[in-house]
């Protein structure tokens, strides 16, 4: 809702204002994955979910995590992978994705 919103607004400055002072990681790595790919894969661990682990709260987490990136805040040496792939194509993109900031240093 418009309320969760403005609050949110005001952490991501907090955060921005604080993240002032602190050193640029050299790579921050997102990996991006649909919130009903999380919960099914939630529900196929076969064990206790936790109280965090629900669509809603994955979407509403996943929305944040991309609003964050987009506007920069984590610097310029972020990328995000698709998660929503099998595990080895996520490895192998994670693996090209470090080699290439690596390199490039």
């Known amino acids: 809702d418009e309320n969760e919103q403005h609050v949110f607004n005001e952490e991501l400055s907090a955060m921005a204002y604080l993240h002032r002072f602190v050193p640029t ?57 698709n998660a929503n792939e099998a595990a080895d194509k996520v490895t192998d993109e994670t693996w090209e994705v470090v080699k290439s900031v690596v390199i490039n240093q």
């Open 25 to 81: 990681p050299d790579l921050i790595i997102l990996y991006d994955l649909d919130p009903n790919v999380a919960y099914k894969r939630i529900l196929e661990r076969k064990r206790e979910r936790s109280r965090y682990e629900k669509p809603e709260f994955l979407k509403l987490h996943r929305d944040r995590y991309l609003t964050i990136i987009q506007n920069g805040l984590f610097g310029r040496q972020t990328r995000v992978i």
